[in-house]
């Protein structure tokens, strides 16, 4: 798996770790005991890592609870060996390898780790260095970094008052980036993924062009014919300038199903004459 990053100086939940690495050297290997006292919080922290590593929110469960709540005896984490460690504290050893230290500065912090004010000032350099990654070719790390400053905006987002003002400005910077993770999605063939994306932004944004056009390429290319002419269609009708684009999708569409059904007419033409 990935190795865990630890930022000093960030009030990290369990000091103990940050204690102990501060006595350590790039390569080394240790082995430490620690009292019950300063793992107490060992298994919130575990939850968390074990969030982050499945590709969840760390504090899923976490935003309503304060800390006495979360320990109390019939709070679960969602993992019996932590719940049981919740239970009955106990001391815990640790093997910690340091593998490698950066200097202040020189780390490219995982969105999980900022706070609000550092993720709203990251979102436009990790919007950049997407579109920098897809120009070179590299989609599948440009929608990472999207889907990073998504994360970043959703985050603050989750925080705000649904349809209130600032939770609609966060709104509108969230649709282009998931636009744009959309698009890397069609290259990648991950066309349910786009359709539901796209989906949900129309939900919302009518009048959005570029989420039908994506979606209607998604439709086309699972075969929902109806779906796909429908959003061609609309796209035309809020924007006819882009006639050639959407002619060069249906043409390409309706070249498709004439090769499909001249296939499935030889498949069929093989099983009646067996």
């Known amino acids: 798996g990935k190795p865990m990053e630890l930022i000093a100086g960030k009030k990290f939940k369990l000091p103990v770790w940050e204690a102990a690495l501060r006595t350590m ?13 300063h793992v107490v919080l060992y298994p919130l922290v575990a939850k ?3 969030n982050i590593a499945a590709g969840k ?10 800390s006495i709540a979360q320990l109390h005896d019939h709070y679960s ?11 009955n504290p106990q001391p815990l050893i640790f093997d910690i390898e340091v593998l490698k230290v950066e200097a202040p500065g020189s780390y490219e912090q995982d969105p999980w780790a900022m706070t609000d004010e550092e993720k709203l000032q990251a979102v436009p350099q990790i919007h950049k260095q997407g579109n920098e990654l897809y120009r070179q070719g590299k989609v599948q790390e440009a929608a ?10 959703k985050n603050l ?13 966060l ?3 969230i649709t282009p980036l998931l636009l744009n993770y959309c698009q890397c999605k069609l290259q990648c063939e991950e066309y349910y993924e786009v359709l539901d994306h796209c989906s949900s932004i129309l939900n919302k944004y009518e009048d959005n062009v570029k989420a039908y056009f ?12 109806a779906e796909a002419q429908a959003d061609f269609a609309k796209v035309l009708a809020l924007d006819p300038s882009l006639r050639p684009v959407v002619s060069k999708e249906l043409r390409s569409l309706e070249a498709r199903l004439r090769e499909k059904d001249a296939e499935d007419k030889i498949r069929f033409k093989g099983i009646f004459s067996q």
């Open 214 to 225: 994506k979606r209607g390429k998604a439709h086309a290319a699972v075969w929902n014919v």
């Open 25 to 37: 050297r790039p390569g080394e290997r240790a082995r430490f005991r620690c009292d019950t006292k």
């Open 57 to 66: 929110d760390p504090l899923e469960g976490q935003r309503h609870c304060c």
């Open 77 to 87: 984490l969602g993992y019996p060996d932590l719940d049981e460690l919740q239970k």
């Open 48 to 50: 968390s890592l074990r």
């Open 144 to 153: 990472s970094k999207y889907y990073d400053a998504i994360a970043c905006l």
């Open 157 to 169: 987002q989750m925080k705000e008052q649904p349809g209130s003002p600032d939770w609609i400005e």
């Open 171 to 173: 709104d509108q910077k």
